[in-house]
């Protein structure tokens, strides 16, 4: 999360708050005894009146308040140990499926019931979201916290299971509220104000979410595609505000060229995986003519790994500086083409586990697709540099061979199937032999 | 659940399926396939399709073919004793909180996952309340499937959440679709066709449902409320289809005359004390000079308790047989005074546990009312005098004395205090001292 | 239009009512000083609160008191002969642009203004087109009410323009407020009830309807559906309630069995032109596989006129008796054939002017259709045969050719290239040459 | 309308175009060939493709095209002089109610139905306002268009109906699509952008628009509301974009201190005085505690007249320079309570016939507002320098008064009664004898 989204969720969040802060330690007292009045109530009747004034309080709470909240949720709601140990008892002496139901619960920590109460009230659930943006932040110094951490997100995974989401499309008659997000989250490409996300909905283009139905502002994740004629390498033109509108039905490709997730407090609670599938059908049956379907990708850890690889490359190539930008765009032949063979390399041979090292190509693989091509300078901003050296990558969904991909995949990480791109693969093929691997 | 409604039912149902129905045996082994296949896909990339393969599945089954469906969830989707008892054993040897969450993970049954995943395509959510809908009527006959029926309570009040539903108001502009629930779901009073449902969301009345998002066709449970100038004792005036209708800016009361939950599969996840609650506010806000709420509820266990209670009855009572309702009818004074004395005692002493035997009064006290009148011959229908003996009851709803009132009853099952009928009140503690406990 | 329907429209009307009706004669005081004032005000600061006082106030007349009002609006809101002369006179001096301007404003009477005005509270539209429905049974023996239907049909040509209408889709979501509309309106197979409407709109039928903003819960004119595999000529199967329902992806042909214009007041205001068209083309784009379009129309004129006809027929069908419907049902061969061939003479051969007699036939060809199949005994209800002696006819929209088909028709009403059956069209040509014209 | 406007508007028009501009006469050709087949067609079948392609083609032409179809629509859609005659001679032998109609319907140019047969297709209604737009700045060097202009007024007259118009709340959750329109057409405070706009809609803001159906993307006007707890005389501080927002439950005084026609080919059907009361109105429903309604208005004309009344003032008064902005915010006392004073006298006793010289004076005091109070240095950005010396005037919407203060206005003019402040009415009345009328 940048500096700037940041202070514009501070803006959203503090549009929530009912009351002005007071001092945080009173803050943080009302609201601890808000969540036990909420679970001591032997009935329901004041539920939801109660959980507002917790949600209200926490809204007031500074980094010191929540911090003390934390440790009340560690200390005060978890697990009982002695019913957990008479649970574990009772199992022990009969192991039956009443018994280890019991378990089950005993083992459950009150906090997911108190998580439950809260969002009775009207942003309940927003507020919960938020509560887990503030307490990532905080889990490397307070490993005690984790169990906070697992409960949000077995609620939020079951919250937000897929049958509960909706798709939306994202255009320019899109109410303001949801847009000004898009240009606050969009984390790949950074929206350059409104301008620039009026070209980026306009006809040629396309742009869908995930919404939640009780976060009806909050996008949680947002896909963007451009409708072209041909497989699209370079970010660049794509993102071109001035660029001429072309005519949709005109499109035979539609290139994905930035997903987002949108919500911290959603991490590792996945939607991507289902939105690109969404998408891909829900744009076949809107055009007839457009039956392919790619991303245009960043190669994020391309260019560490490669000033790590210097034993890999040809002497002119190691003499290059990968620090100087200027250079690099103006490499001579056939460097540039070396630099293209070392990333498929990268791509398809190096691996975290069994799995690809890159992160997004980990992401596109395993959701089925096929490495189709790699562009040298397809992204030329500063960013595109520091991390993937220029490179883009297209990874093709096809939605006939999107299971056996995956299932080859899943089963045994063949990712060199995965490579259309056939003149790449053997040239890795030959490189994996002629290199220490 | 009548016949109707089951055939009904049925209907809607019908409607979801995909296939005409195979033989039951191809249908449910076809079934445990998709389930299997759900779970064992290490990754997500088609749950979606392999989830809708699984409902469609579901739909075409009969009721053996749901028996073997239900054994197979007992038998293959409970906690695997050997990972449990792992789990115990670390957690006996390091009671941390992260081991209580890893014996809190081994414990819960995989049908949780498998639930979750069914709902990630479309028509999940609804499929799930349809099978605990069929899987409630086989739990006596079966106890061993009480587990599945735990998974699917835990997994619903999550998804039920009062912060998820949505209230509706229903009116004659609302869709046919939903208003044939309407007419097929109430239980209270009967609904006699198009008409009569006419007739009950004219000017002078409302009606309001919670929806859930996922289920946009489905009201959940909805109440019946007529806008009347004085508190309501008689039902059969009410449900009149043909009475005039009144000019609701006039009303001074709400009476909410019936309140129906809607989903068998959705049993013991409870919305109605939130429903009534927000139906107050919202018509608090709509209408400046209506400020008092009440129901007309009827005493469901009344005549089968008066039945085992003649020695608490007058000679001239006792002579009175409860099954000629003609003769009810026309009972001469003081009889009738007789029996609503006997109906307070009835409603106020008598009890199972420490609250009220009566579940109607249980609900209504629970959430904070009182009682504040009786009816004699307030409901003359053939089922209000076979359930009631024609007794109809106002139980009051007060916003400011709600929590209050709610505290007192959950604390101490203080009853009495609830009603405010205050002659009634005397009466019965008269009676208290003069009738054996 | 039915007393079913008058009773219908009198319950809806009813409900727009503010008071109680008074006596007549104050009621229409009260309406005609109300449109003075709305004409009298020389600004425009209380137009709507007027005009609401007049609608209601009309809303309480009688017949008697909307007679009178009528002779107001004749009396007092006609052009101004003196202004007008004036008017005339200048034109004369100076036919110039300017002075036909005038000439045309003096001319146009005062009751345009008033009903605009009139338009302008809410409820307005709706006043209107109800005072034409009230007004045109009363044109016979009032012909000097006529200035008013011209007036009232210019605006409504204006503000009904194809512009300003929706396009609905009428399914079994939709308001139940609209449907019942459906039931009370449709005249040419009547609708029995809510069953035999929630087979019209299940998953085989479609339903259109246009709507104007300012009427949203009145269909103005609507379209019944059958998507089916094959041409159908038979009325009673696809109206069968209890029909199996067939899946519409199979389906080939769209059956227009149907077509309803529902406001007397809007007669003359021609909607169903535009209507075929739109739901031919929007039927096209949702169904890749219904690429054929057809009528399955009466033939009303057809009985009455045969009657006169005889000097057409054999002896052997001369001696069948037109009136004994149980014999006719049963006719032996040839005499279907027959009355086939002599229906085909009728449709074609037989005008009024120089279009054809039939006024079905007439719009059908009008549009551009082709006459297709005439289907003996496809209507046997009491009133297909009492019309149309248990003939239907299926006219063809074929959209390539419609523009054509028109052209042809509209310039010199070429009917015989609009028949597609050419046998019949032979027969018919042959039938000519026989036959004294 | 600025530049910025116009530049705003060819993008919107540009983007209904279906082809690139071809040579202008072409273009203008092919348009008026498409109108002269509309109208001739005998029928009706394909009005609405060939309204499509006129609609098109008028979107290609350029200035010069638009100047000879404007020229078409003079001479060959004026009513035919023959006809014209003819249905005099006829109405001067028998000049009755028929005949009179004839004789209206003789003089209605064929333009009209043009138009009205323009609307059946889509974006049709949005053309034709276009189109007067285009009209309306060459009236003055073609004064034989006046017609045209009459035409157009007599259809929108019509179209755009009270009746028709829908009031929508503008906020941060309208569409995008609609906001950039108040951004591009607020003409009293310019919108500096998407951050001004956000405050302008913050929670003490409101923003109203009325919408026709047909241009569901278009505001035809807009007022903008400040809720305050006082009477604000005070522009700047109004428009700070970092004002705080304040609690809109808190405030007494609803300040409309902008309104804004949007649409040029609109001009002169007023929806002004409408929009006001409505939102009257609908704000006095929302908050029980807003109960003062007025304007924060510029006063345009003051400075001119104010250049031209040197007579009327004070030696000292006289010797300011209006045009030093810098010293006119610095006038020592008591120069502002004198301009103040001339103010009213300006506003109160100078006319244009009998009504107020000053136009906005004239729209609020017609619609029976009260002139409350007047603020030296209300408004101290340039354009209110410029136009109306800084001075800003509070008119008063009490709603019980509205009508009688229209009605006083309407007969004799009596805006003296429209000045609250007593003080400010006296002076004026002493100056009235000092200065020469």
């Not at 379907?293 to 790994?305: E, K, M, N, Q």
């Not at 190096?350 to 980990?362: I, N, Q, T, Y």
């Not at 500063?382 to 995956?406: F, P, Q």
């Amino acid at each position: 999360m940048t500096e700037g989204q940041r202070q514009f969720l501070r803006r959203v969040w503090a549009s929530v708050r009912h009351a002005p802060a007071g001092t945080p330690g009173q803050d943080v007292e009302q609201l601890v005894e808000s969540c036990a009045t909420l679970l001591s109530q032997r009935g329901e009747v004041s539920t939801a009146r109660i959980a507002a004034d917790a949600i209200a309080a926490y809204g007031c709470l500074n980094a010191e308040g929540r911090n003390a909240f934390f440790d009340a949720l560690v200390n005060d709601y978890s697990p009982v140990a002695a019913d957990l140990q008479r649970a574990i008892d009772a199992y022990q002496v009969d192991p039956s499926p009443l018994s280890a139901h019991a378990l089950h619960q005993a083992a459950e920590p009150p906090r997911q019931e108190l998580f439950r109460r809260l969002n009775t009230a009207a942003g309940g659930t927003q507020l919960l979201v938020r509560l887990r943006a503030d307490l990532l932040p905080t889990l490397e110094a307070h490993p005690e916290r984790a169990g906070i951490d697992s409960d949000l997100v077995h609620l939020f995974r079951s919250w937000f299971n897929r049958g509960f989401l909706v798709l939306q499309r994202i255009d320019w008659r899109t109410s303001a509220a949801v847009l000004e997000r898009l240009i606050a989250y969009e984390a790949v490409h950074q929206i350059q104000g409104w301008d620039d996300l009026r070209r980026r909905l306009a006809a040629d283009r396309r742009c869908f979410a995930f919404f939640h139905p009780a976060l009806p502002d909050e996008p949680l994740i947002f896909i963007e595609v451009a409708l072209t004629r041909r497989l699209a390498g370079d970010v660049q033109s794509l993102l071109d505000p001035r660029a001429r509108v072309t005519d949709p039905s005109e499109a035979r490709w539609a290139m994905f060229y930035s997903i987002t997730n949108c919500q911290p407090g959603l991490r590792g609670v996945s939607f991507g995986n289902f939105l690109i599938k969404q998408v891909v059908e829900d744009l076949s049956r809107e055009f007839r003519s457009i039956r392919k379907f790619a991303t245009l990708s960043p190669i994020p850890g391309f260019r560490s790994w490669l000033l790590s690889a210097r034993h890999l490359m040809s002497p002119d190539l190691a003499a290059v500086s990968l620090d100087n930008f200027e250079q690099l765009t103006a490499l001579p032949a056939p460097l540039p083409e070396e630099i293209r063979r070392l990333c498929a390399y990268y791509l398809i041979r190096e691996k975290r586990g069994r799995a690809p090292l890159d992160s997004v190509a980990r992401f596109h693989l395993a959701n089925g697709a096929r490495l189709a091509r790699l562009n040298w300078m397809g992204d030329t901003s500063a960013a595109g540099i520091a991390s993937s050296l220029g490179m883009t990558a297209n990874y093709v969904y096809r939605i006939a061979e999107v299971e056996t991909n995956h299932e080859a995949y899943a089963t045994n990480f063949d990712v060199a199937r995965s490579v259309t791109d056939e003149r790449l693969a053997r040239e890795v093929k030959s490189a994996k032999s002629a290199v220490p691997a």
